[in-house]
């Protein structure tokens, strides 16, 4: 039974988004026996709510942030005025992103932690080493796989860290794009592997398996067998008695008291009244930009630079989601719309070579990344034509005969690239719009194209009778969706905004978790991390608080 | 297939391991509604063979929840609405001038085209409902073309009379510019996007394409995979997954 508090009340925890970090630190503090208020921006939708329609979730923000309410300014650097793009993307309802991503869940690799000493610095960027070692967080990651439900197959990624538990599950059923990619792979002495994702592949703790109806990526589960927060912690956060979500509360700004201890927040709820919810401590898991917006917009006489911005790095070190869609056509239909998006992959180019010349690294998936609608408009050769008879023979012959590889490499950090409030544009509440400043680092652009040359082999060596790249390296070109690195976690006040538990340096009580942690990109795909570091927030946090240093 | 679903459909349900998944949990994989648990089984029998959509709609009302009667009875509505076949927001003749353009974008050929999956209907729809602040666009995008099309065949007076050849030297000559960019996208949406937007109709496009459009599959799901099935691609012996 969930809970219900009043504002006035003083929860021991406000949690504000209940996506994939939000769900786990919900979760974890009520089940410990705290009260907890999630407050979360957008709507509690059911898997009743969810349909296949490609229009409304892959055309327009059916799950997502709508810029119509809440415009996006973007601008390459800030010599330009920012204009409106929906630069940026997240999961707007219970569950965020957790519930509309394509499940892909990888774990970061041991030199992920602590590239800044294995490679050395960046010229144009600020490559560091995280506060914490991939040891500190394996627990968590296994915590994660267990409680959400993972499939995969633990040792058969050769570059993976010491796991202490195989995953739960076993991986899903391959498609023909994971059986080409496997035997292209090894034909290339390559180590491809199955893809873990949070995709039951075998019922789970009351929820059945997968149907392999094929639309994952951008849809909502109509069969609660994508692992969301939505389907797995929340639930068992309301059912603790102790844990309360409120959807369609926005949060305005989070309030401190004269000692500068974080007292709760200003929201407006669904008819636009504010309300002071009043909380013993704060978690602010509002995503990688909408967590130091929200910092800035906290704006007090204590804090006149933002909320814990003593650092001034609040909105700096914004990471993008890079990666290219690289396709091949073969003979035979593949039917890549069947089944879950993502079979097989690799971690082979992942490492930061210096030999290479520069900083980066990927991995590489095969995956059917394009609907029906979304094929005939971006999936086909950039040479086809865009209309009339032969642009109809290709989308009808291609649609299933064609490979999609993507890749997922890195984003460096750099000072430069940051979340900013808008100096002009206004969101529907009459809050400051966010500004997004991005441009690539050039090492970005270098490791894309490297990566673009391997993933044209691998199609070529599958015996693709056409290959093609799509546009990339043009950061406007589609929203970048993995939010990473804005309130980055470090052990030093002065260079990072959390410490090495993603607790604020400056406010002792306020907690922040999510992509917005990130030290260093990896190689995309940051939701177990962000899960995983949700997890150990939380535990952190509990033994704070039973010590009596939240109060 | 009148109303954009399959006439058949079958009801997925599946017995879980864990002690809540005793019981069967009944999913309509058309609507992903979850069902109750505890109904008998001779109903899941009797799901799982050949209905309409409306009877198996009515068979549902005795055993789902209201909201979900509801929310289903709004999706066939929605879907039954396809078949309509009156403009909400355009006139008679503008309509008739932009299929002419959206019958070039996706020709009918030996296959069917633009023309016969409705598309007109789905690009009236969505200029009243989730587009509705491009008509503008279309006003003056249709006038441009007109314009256009004036200058290079002086002597016509509809877009649709032209000839074919004339009809796609016209839109040559506008192919770069913003609003043939939209009604491409609307015209690609419209026959490849869900049935119960008005295009797509009798799931043409989709069945142009290959796509099945089903709630559920089961693999092999194409040719590669099925011919490795018998290979051993992270297979033990006993086809066990393994590294």
Not at chain 1, 34 to 61: A, C, M, S, W
Not at chain 2, 165 to 189: D, G, M, N, P, W
């Amino acid at each position: 039974m969930s809970a219900k508090f009043r504002p006035s009340d003083a929860v021991d925890f406000l949690v504000i988004g209940a996506g994939a970090a939000g769900g786990v630190v919900a979760k974890e503090l009520s089940a410990a026996g705290f009260q907890v208020v999630v407050l979360e921006q957008g709507p509690y939708l059911r898997e009743n709510d969810y349909t296949h329609d490609e229009i409304k979730y892959t055309f327009q923000p059916g799950l997502t942030n709508d810029p119509k309410i809440q415009p996006v300014m973007y601008r390459k650097s800030e010599t330009e005025v920012a204009r409106p793009v929906k630069a940026i993307e997240y999961g707007r309802q219970v569950g965020g992103g957790s519930v509309h991503f394509t499940a892909n869940y990888w774990r970061f690799h041991e030199s992920d932690f602590h590239e800044r000493s294995l490679f050395g610095q960046v010229n144009g960027a600020d490559l560091e080493d995280w506060p914490i070692s991939y040891a500190d967080l394996e627990p968590y990651y296994t915590k994660a796989e267990y409680d959400l439900g993972i499939s995969g197959l633990a040792g058969a990624n050769p570059f993976e860290g010491p796991r202490s538990k195989p995953y739960p599950l076993p991986p899903m059923p391959v498609k023909s794009s994971g059986v080409l990619f496997e035997r292209a792979a090894k034909k290339l002495g390559l180590h491809p592997f199955p893809a873990p994702v949070a995709i039951l592949s075998r019922p789970y703790q009351g929820r059945a398996a997968c149907v392999n109806c094929g639309f994952c990526e951008s849809f909502g589960c109509e069969m609660r067998a994508k692992s969301s927060t939505l389907v797995s912690v929340i639930p068992v956060a309301e059912q603790t008695g102790r844990c309360e979500v409120r959807p369609n509360s926005y949060v305005r700004k989070i309030e401190t008291d004269t000692s500068g201890r974080a007292t709760g927040a200003v929201y407006f709820d669904g008819s636009r009244k504010e309300v002071f919810q009043r909380a013993k401590a704060v978690f602010v898991c509002a995503n990688g930009v909408e967590t130091p917006r929200l910092l800035l917009l906290s704006k007090s006489a204590r804090f006149p630079n933002g909320l814990a911005n003593t650092s001034d790095l609040v909105g700096k070190y914004l990471m993008w989601d890079n990666g290219c869609d690289v396709q091949g056509l073969f003979e035979h239909p593949l039917n890549e719309y069947k089944g879950i998006q993502v079979t097989r992959l690799i971690h082979d180019y992942y490492a930061a070579d210096p030999t290479r010349g520069f900083y980066g690294g990927g991995g590489i998936d095969a995956r059917f990344d394009f609907y029906p609608a979304g094929f005939a408009l971006h999936g086909l050769p950039p040479d086809a034509p865009r209309w009339g008879s032969e642009f109809k023979r290709i989308f009808e012959t291609y649609f299933n005969r064609t490979m999609t590889l993507l890749s997922h490499t890195t984003a460096l950090a750099q000072e430069k690239s940051s979340i900013t409030l808008d100096p002009d544009s206004k969101d529907a509440w009459g809050l400051p719009a966010v500004r997004i400043t991005y441009d690539y680092h050039p090492d970005d652009m270098a490791t894309m194209k490297l990566i673009i040359q391997k993933q044209l082999e691998i199609l070529d060596a599958a015996g693709a009778t056409k290959t093609w790249v799509q546009p990339w390296g043009v950061a406007d070109n589609m929203p970048c969706r993995h939010l990473m690195g804005t309130c980055r976690m470090g052990n030093d006040p002065k260079k990072s905004v959390v410490n090495a538990h993603s607790r604020t340096h400056d406010v002792p009580n306020l907690f922040l978790v999510d992509g917005s942690n990130f030290v260093t990109s990896a190689r995309q795909q940051p939701t177990a991390t962000i899960q995983a570091l949700a997890y150990r927030a939380a535990d952190f946090a509990i033994e704070a608080a039973k010590r009596n240093e939240l109060r | 297939m009148r109303d954009g679903l399959p006439q058949t459909h079958s009801c997925n349900f599946r017995y879980g391991t864990t002690s809540a998944d005793l019981q069967p949990r009944q999913i309509c994989t058309i609507s992903g509604m979850r069902i109750r648990p505890g109904l008998a089984c001779h109903v899941i029998i009797q799901l799982t063979m050949t209905h309409t959509r409306r009877d198996w709609l009515f068979t549902s009302l005795a055993m789902a929840s209201w909201p979900e009667v509801l929310s289903a009875q709004e999706h066939a509505r929605g879907a039954a609405k396809s078949g309509s076949s009156h403009f909400e927001s355009l006139d008679v003749a503008s309509a008739a001038e932009i299929e002419a353009i959206a019958a070039q974008v996706i020709p009918s050929t030996e296959a069917p085209g633009a023309r016969e999956a409705g598309i007109i209907y789905f690009i009236d729809r969505a200029l009243a409902t989730f587009a509705r602040d491009r008509r503008d666009a279309y006003r003056a995008g249709m006038a441009e073309l007109q314009q256009k099309r004036r200058e290079l065949f002086p002597q016509s007076d509809t877009i649709r009379s032209l000839t074919d050849e004339q009809q796609i030297a016209l839109i040559k000559s506008a192919e770069q510019t913003e609003f043939f960019e939209l009604l491409r996208t609307h015209t690609v949406l419209g026959f490849l996007g869900n049935p119960s937007y008005g295009g797509n109709r009798e799931r043409i496009g989709w069945r142009q394409i290959g796509f099945e459009g089903r709630m559920a599959y089961q693999p092999p799901f194409g040719y590669y995979d099925a011919e490795a099935s018998a290979e051993t691609l992270h297979r033990g012996p006993n086809g066990e997954e393994k590294p």
